[in-house]
């Protein structure tokens, strides 16, 4: 399922970038009414290959795509200085944000990021 926190992560990105949804569909190859739906959170299940094109029409890597709070804002790097801090972050999370980690950081590996 496509997190919220994914969905908004996109907004914020295109928005903060000063970029329409036309141009970012346009750019990705895709629908301008599916990334509508896509940012609403109105599509739970969205094929890898489309989230891939949308990362890459934002001009991002995987990475910079999923270092973000829970406002869709990215988090520095000192926030991610070293294990111990990820480690302490990882834990104050809900077991399903803890899931939703996990399942990011196993697709991050799988792709070679």
Same mark, same amino acid.
């Given at each position: 399922?496509?997190? &919220?926190n994914i969905?908004? *992560?996109? *907004?914020?990105?295109?928005? $903060? %970038?000063?970029?329409t949804? $036309?141009?970012?569909?346009e %750019?990705? %190859? ?9 940012e609403r959170? /109105?599509?739970?299940? !969205?094929?890898? &290959? ?13 990475? &910079? ?5 829970n ?12 294990? /111990?801090? =990820?480690n $302490? =972050?990882i834990?104050?999370?809900? $077991?399903l ?7 990011? !950081? ?8």
């Open positions: 399922m496509l997190s &919220d969905s908004s *992560r996109i *907004r914020f990105l295109r928005i $903060e %970038k000063g970029i949804q $036309e141009y970012l569909a %750019k990705a %190859k895709i629908d301008v009414s599916y990334l509508g739906k896509v959170g /109105q599509i739970k299940n !969205i094929k890898l &290959d489309t989230l891939d094109k949308i990362i890459s029409a934002l001009d991002m890597d995987y990475a &910079d795509f999923f270092s973000f709070d406002t869709g804002k990215a988090l520095s790097k000192k926030q991610f200085s070293n294990v /111990q801090d =990820l $302490e =972050l834990s104050s999370l809900n $077991e944000d803890k899931n939703r980690v996990l399942e990011i !950081i196993k697709l991050s590996i799988a792709l070679g990021n």
